[in-house]
C-alpha cells in the first residue's frame, strides 16, 4: 500500500510545482484553478514528456528523461512563482478553510478505492489484460509511438495516452505496471473527485459573492465583483456542502436500477448483481461512474474522466473572461499563449485519450466563446461579433490538433461514419428513468424554478430618471421576454408531445422529453445571463439532455454497427451525460434554495401551497437519493467476495497488497505463470517478440503480452479488429496479414520442419516461444519440447519452459 501513497505524493508534489501556471490560466476562476492544478501538472508534464519523444523517436522513454522535464517545467514555474507569489498566497490566506477540504477530498478519495482495490487487486476477466497489456507495453516501450502488445511490428492504434499518463508517472516513481494499474486508477478517481469538487464550488461561489455585492451596492452590477472573489475572505466556503453534493452524485451513487435490482435481489440466493444496473437499455452499455471505478476496467473513458472536467472548468474560465474581445478572451500579454496554450492542450489531448470526449468539450468551450463574446459586444449581434467569435474559436481547435499531432499522423480512426438509429432501436422512458430519475427530476425542479421565480425580481425604480430609462428599458426588454416566452413554451410544448408519445408513438418518447428539456434550458440560460455561473450549471444540463436526445437520432458507426450499432454511442454519451448532470445537479441545489425562498414575497394562502410542495419534493428526493445510496453500500461487497479455500469462508478479504499479478501464484487456471511472468518482467528488457498462444478474447489467451508488455503476434484478435478495421479494409495485404497471424503462431507450435517455424518467426523477428499449461491445452498434438534441439532453453520449470533463438 506505500505504493498508493507514493502516487498521491508525486501528484501533490507537481500540483505545488505548477500553482503559477494554474493561477495564471484560471485568472477568472475565485478559487484561481487550484482544484485542478493536480490534473494540470499531470497532463502538462505528460505532454512535455510525450512529444518530444514523438517527434526524435531516437529519444529514450525512461526515468532520467521523465525527471530531466520535470525539473525544467520546475526551473520555469519557479520563474511564473515570482510573478504570481502574492496571488498564490492571498488565495491560501484568504481561503484556507477551501483549500484544507479541496485536499482531504483528493487524498480520502484516492485512499477509499485504494482501499477497495486491496480486497481484490487481481489483473484478469473482463477486459482487464487489454488494459494492463497498454500499460505494461507502454513503460516497456524505449521509444514511441509505443508498440501494440498484441500484434508485433505495429504501434498501438488506439487511445492510449491516458494510460500513458498513468505509465509517465509511474516510471517516474519505479513503480512495476502490475502495480501501476491499481495505484493510478485509485489517483485519478482522486482527481476526479477534486476536480468535481472545484467545478461546483466556484459556481456556487461566484453566484454568492454576486448577491452579496447585489445587496451591499445602491446600484447592483451582477457582472464583476468589486474585487476578486478568491481575494474575499472565505468566499470559497460557502460552495464545499454543494462541492461534496456533486462528489457523492457523480462518483458514488447509482441509479435507480441498481435499487430495483437490489430489491430483487435482496432475498435471492445468488446475492446482489453489481453488474447488472449498467446494462439497461436493450444491446446497450450504460455505466455509471461508481460501476466502472468499482469494476476498476482501466478504460479510456475512466482514465481520461478528471481532465473531461478540467476542461469544464476551463471553458468556464472562458465564460467568465470579463474584458477580452476575440483572441483576446484568452488574456494578453503572457497570459494571453499560457491560456490558450493549456485551453487547446485540454481539449486535443481528449481525443487522445477517448475520442468519444473531444466533441462535447470542444462544443461546450466554443459556446462558452459565443456567450462570453455577446455579452462583451452588448448583447447586440454584428459582424465583428461574429469575426471574434470565429478567430477565437478556430485559433483553440487549430492549436487543439496542432499539439497532438504526432498522433493523428499515426493513427488511423476505427470510426466508420454516422449512422441513423431506427425506431426499434431508441430507448424508452421506462429505461431513462431507471438511469437518470434522480437527476432529471432535480433538473427539471431547477428549470421550473427558474421561470416562475422570475416573475418576482422585479424592483420599481426610486427615482423618475430611473423611471424614464426604466421605461426604455421596458420596450426593449418587451420583444426580449416575448421570444423568451415563446422558446420556453416551445420547450414545453416538446415535453407534452413527448409525454402524449408515449399512447400514441413509445419510441419517439425520450427524443421530444429530452429536446424539450434542452430548449426550455437553453431559453432560462440567457434569461439567468447576468449570473454566468447559474447559466453555466444550466448549459451543463442541457448539454447532457442534448447528448441523450442525439443518441435516439443518430450513432457512430463501429464493428458492432450490424449486431448492436447504438452500444457504443450510449456508452460513451451517457457516461459524459452522467458528469455533467452531476455538476448542474450538485450546483442546482444551491439555485433552488434560493428560489425556494420566493415564498417569501408573495401572499399567504399561495404561500402555503408552496410550502406543501415543497415538502412533497424533499419526500421525493430523499426516495431517490436513498434509493441511489444502496449501491455504494452493498455493490462493493459482491465485487470482491470471495472462497478463501484456507479458511472455508465467505466475504471480502484484504491482501495488504495493490500488486495486480499476485493471484496468479495460487490460480490453477495459469500454473506457472506467475513465476515465469515475474522472470520475463526482470530479466528482459526492451521489446522483443514473444510467441504464446492464441484464443478467444475475454479469456486467458495473450495474458504474457498482456502482464509483460512485451510484443506478440497476435493477441485478442476481436479486439485487434476493432482497433484496426478501417486499416485493415485499407488493402488486401493488410487483410490477409491479419488473416494469417493466427494460423502462423499455430504454425510455429505446430510444425515439426525445423526450418518452417524459425523462417514464420523470423518474418515477425520472434526471440522467445513461451511454452505453458495453455499452450500445451491448445495444441495438445503438438511436441512443444521440440524446441529444445535448435532454441536456447533461457527459463524452465515443471509448468513453463521459455525458449529464445539462438544468436
Known amino acids: 500500500m506505500f505504493e498508493l501513497f507514493q502516487m498521491w505524493a508525486l501528484v501533490e508534489v507537481l500540483g505545488i510545482i505548477f500553482l503559477p501556471l494554474t493561477v495564471t490560466v484560471f485568472r477568472n476562476i475565485p478559487d484561481r484553478g487550484w482544484a485542478w492544478s493536480k490534473a494540470l501538472a499531470v497532463f502538462v508534464t505528460s505532454f512535455c514528456v510525450w512529444w518530444p519523444l514523438m517527434v ?194 457523480a462518483l458514488m451513487m447509482g441509479n435507480l436500477a441498481s435499487a430495483f435490482q437490489w430489491l430483487h435481489d435482496r432475498t435471492g440466493p445468488n446475492g446482489y448483481d453489481w453488474f447488472n444496473p449498467s446494462r439497461i437499455i436493450p444491446r446497450t452499455i450504460n455505466e455509471f461512474p461508481a460501476f466502472s471505478f468499482l469494476l476498476s476496467d482501466f478504460h479510456a473513458h475512466v482514465l481520461s474522466l478528471a481532465f473531461t472536467i478540467m476542461a469544464i472548468g476551463l471553458a468556464l474560465n472562458l465564460l467568465l473572461e470579463q474584458k477580452g474581445e476575440g483572441i483576446f478572451i484568452y488574456g494578453r500579454g503572457w497570459r494571453l499563449p499560457l491560456t490558450l496554450g493549456v485551453s487547446a492542450l485540454s481539449l486535443g489531448g481528449l481525443f487522445v485519450m477517448n475520442g468519444w470526449d473531444l466533441p462535447t468539450y470542444m462544443g461546450l468551450a466554443i459556446v462558452c466563446i459565443g456567450i462570453q463574446q455577446w455579452l462583451q459586444h452588448g448583447r447586440r449581434w454584428s459582424w465583428k461579433l461574429a469575426l471574434d467569435i470565429i478567430v477565437a474559436s478556430l485559433a483553440l481547435a487549430a492549436l487543439a490538433i496542432l499539439l497532438f499531432l504526432p498522433f493523428h499522423l499515426s493513427f488511423i480512426s476505427p470510426s466508420q461514419g454516422i449512422g441513423i438509429a431506427s425506431l426499434q432501436e431508441r430507448s424508452s422512458l421506462r429505461d431513462e428513468l431507471l438511469i437518470y430519475a434522480l437527476f432529471a427530476f432535480v433538473f427539471l425542479s431547477l428549470l421550473f424554478s427558474d421561470i416562475v421565480t422570475r416573475n418576482f425580481k422585479f424592483t420599481p425604480p426610486a427615482s423618475e430618471a430611473e423611471t424614464n430609462a426604466a421605461g426604455d428599458e421596458e420596450g426593449q426588454a418587451g420583444s426580449y421576454l416575448s421570444w423568451t416566452f415563446i422558446g420556453t413554451m416551445t420547450g414545453l410544448g416538446f415535453i407534452a408531445i413527448g409525454l402524449a408519445c408515449q399512447f400514441i408513438s413509445p419510441p419517439n418518447v425520450t427524443l421530444f422529453i429530452t429536446l424539450g428539456i434542452t430548449i426550455t434550458a437553453c431559453v432560462i440560460i440567457l434569461q439567468k445571463i447576468d449570473d454566468r455561473a447559474h447559466a453555466f450549471a444550466l448549459l451543463l444540463g442541457a448539454v447532457a439532455f442534448a447528448l441523450i436526445a442525439g443518441c435516439e437520432v443518430v450513432f457512430l458507426r463501429d464493428v458492432f454497427v450490424d449486431s448492436n450499432p447504438r452500444m457504443n454511442s450510449v456508452f460513451k454519451f451517457y457516461f459524459q451525460a452522467w458528469i455533467l448532470l452531476s455538476i448542474a445537479c450538485g450546483a442546482g441545489f444551491y439555485y433552488l434554495q434560493e ?122 484478435v476481436g479486439h485487434e479488429y476493432q482497433w484496426r478495421v478501417q486499416w485493415f479494409n485499407r488493402s488486401d495485404a493488410n487483410a490477409a496479414d491479419f488473416n494469417s497471424r493466427k494460423d502462423e503462431v499455430s504454425q510455429i507450435y505446430s510444425d515439426p520442419n525445423q526450418q518452417n517455424v524459425l523462417s514464420t518467426m523470423a518474418r515477425y523477428h520472434v526471440q522467445y516461444i513461451y511454452v505453458g499449461a495453455l499452450e500445451r491445452s491448445t495444441y495438445p498434438k503438438a511436441n512443444l519440447t521440440r524446441f529444445a534441439s535448435f532454441m536456447q532453453i533461457v527459463y524452465q520449470t515443471n509448468d513453463v519452459t521459455i525458449y529464445k533463438v539462438k544468436s
Do not use: C
Request: charged share 15%.
Open 595 to 716: 428560489n425556494f425562498h420566493i415564498n417569501e414575497r408573495i401572499k399567504s394562502s399561495v404561500r402555503y401551497v408552496l410550502t406543501g410542495g415543497k415538502i412533497v419534493w424533499s419526500a421525493v428526493l430523499l426516495v431517490l437519493v436513498l434509493a441511489g445510496s444502496i449501491y455504494p453500500i452493498v455493490a462493493p461487497y459482491y465485487r470482491f467476495v470471495r472462497f478463501d479455500p484456507t479458511t472455508r469462508q465467505t466475504g471480502m478479504f484484504r491482501t495488504n497488497s495493490l500488486d495486480g499479478l499476485n493471484y496468479l501464484q495460487n490460480d490453477p487456471a495459469f500454473s506457472g505463470d506467475y513465476d515465469a511472468i515475474r522472470w520475463l518482467n526482470s530479466h528482459i528488457s526492451g521489446t522483443p517478440v514473444i510467441v504464446e498462444a492464441v484464443g478467444d478474447d475475454y479469456t486467458g489467451y495473450a495474458r504474457v503480452s498482456a502482464l509483460t508488455g512485451l510484443p506478440t503476434i497476435m493477441g485478442w
Open 56 to 249: 526524435i523517436q531516437v529519444l529514450p522513454f525512461d526515468r532520467i528523461f521523465i525527471l530531466a522535464v520535470v525539473l525544467l517545467l520546475l526551473a520555469l514555474n519557479i520563474i511564473g512563482f515570482l510573478r504570481t507569489r502574492q496571488t498564490i498566497l492571498r488565495m491560501m490566506r484568504s481561503n484556507l478553510t477551501y483549500i484544507i477540504a479541496t485536499e482531504v477530498v483528493f487524498l480520502v478519495m484516492v485512499a477509499v478505492l485504494g482501499w477497495l482495490r486491496s480486497y481484490g487487486p487481481d489483473i484478469h476477466s473482463y477486459e482487464m489484460f487489454m488494459d494492463e497489456g497498454f500499460l505494461a507495453s507502454i513503460m516497456r516501450s524505449q521509444h514511441f509511438p509505443p508498440s501494440d502488445m498484441w500484434y508485433a511490428g505495429y504501434s498501438i492504434n488506439y487511445y492510449y495516452y491516458a494510460h500513458y499518463n498513468i505509465a509517465m508517472l509511474a516510471k517516474l516513481l519505479g513503480q512495476i505496471p502490475s502495480v501501476a494499474f491499481n495505484t493510478g486508477i485509485s489517483m485519478l478517481y482522486g482527481l476526479t473527485a477534486v476536480s468535481l469538487f472545484g467545478v461546483t464550488s466556484n459556481l456556487i461561489s461566484w453566484s454568492h459573492q454576486l448577491r452579496r455585492q447585489k445587496h451591499m451596492e445602491s446600484e447592483p452590477s451582477l457582472e464583476q465583483p468589486e474585487k476578486p472573489i478568491y481575494a474575499t475572505s472565505n468566499a470559497l466556503r460557502v460552495g464545499i456542502p454543494f462541492g461534496l453534493i456533486t462528489v457523492f452524485m
